[in-house]
């Protein structure tokens, strides 16, 4: 079963466009963190947002954990060729055996 | 700093066969965890460990096995390998405690089973 869902699953769009993803659950995490993987390459951490309602800046990306911990979204203002990658938001349940749940992954084109 | 080491990188197996692929870390983190990678599911946990001596279950265990006899090394054995398991493998490091530890990965074994 998939705790994370992520919407849209493959977006393609120009550059100078703005988008946004989305990650829901039906579960509350103790905190939210969006990765970006590259062809080839493991995930590399962008974020992580701890606090409901917590917004973060990241030059042209804006992370936000919804109210009940159990939402986030990612939206990329003026997208770049370079923003090219799979996008993964991840929850984290804290304990002793915190485990990290992977959403099922946003796949972003940019082109010229 | 090596950070997290997967090897190998590309691996063909013949149904049936058994093999392992390793893992390791060097930067004395407790948690380790494996993750298969399939298109549009994202990354789904295998099993992980919170430290030397100690592993469990995630949510896609059967076929493979786990240990963590050194804090540094997590390897992952596939007892029979089936064509349901080609897959993208991560292995994946990070503390524990706290709710902004990064998890670090290696760069992926890419197995198929023919």
């Known amino acids: 079963t998939q705790l994370l869902e992520q919407s849209p699953q493959f977006l393609s769009i120009q550059e100078g466009e703005n988008l946004t993803v989305y990650c829901n659950s039906s579960?509350?995490?103790?905190?939210l963190q969006w990765y970006r993987q590259e062809p080839g390459e493991g995930p590399v951490l962008l974020v992580t947002?701890?606090?409901?309602?917590e917004v973060k800046k990241l030059k042209r990306l804006t992370f936000q954990f919804g109210d009940a911990r159990k939402d986030s979204s990612l939206h990329i203002t003026a997208a770049q060729p370079g923003d090219t990658g799979l996008y993964l938001c991840?929850?984290?349940?804290?304990?002793?055996?915190?485990?990290?749940?992977f959403g099922t992954g946003t796949r972003l084109q940019v082109t010229l | 700093n090596a950070g997290v080491t997967q090897t190998p990188k590309f691996q063909v197996l013949k149904t049936g066969q058994s093999m392992t692929l390793q893992c390791a870390q060097d930067?004395?983190?407790?948690?380790m965890s494996w993750y298969r990678q399939d298109p549009g599911m994202g990354l789904r946990l295998i099993h992980y460990?919170?430290?030397?001596?100690?592993?469990d279950q995630g949510e896609v265990p059967n076929g493979y096995n786990v240990s963590r006899s050194t804090t540094e090394d997590f390897p992952l054995r596939l007892l029979s390998a089936a064509p349901s398991q080609t897959s993208v493998y991560f292995c994946?490091?990070?503390?524990?405690?706290?709710?902004?530890?990064?998890?670090?990965f290696g760069q992926g074994t890419r197995l198929t089973v023919v």
């Open positions: 947002v701890v606090t409901g309602g």
């Open positions: 994946a490091s990070r503390l524990i405690g706290g709710e902004d530890t990064e998890a670090f």
């Open positions: 460990s919170v430290g030397a001596g100690i592993t």
């Open positions: 991840a929850g984290l349940h804290t304990g002793t055996a915190s485990k990290l749940t």
């Open positions: 579960s509350v995490f103790s905190s």
């Open positions: 930067m004395n983190h407790e948690y």
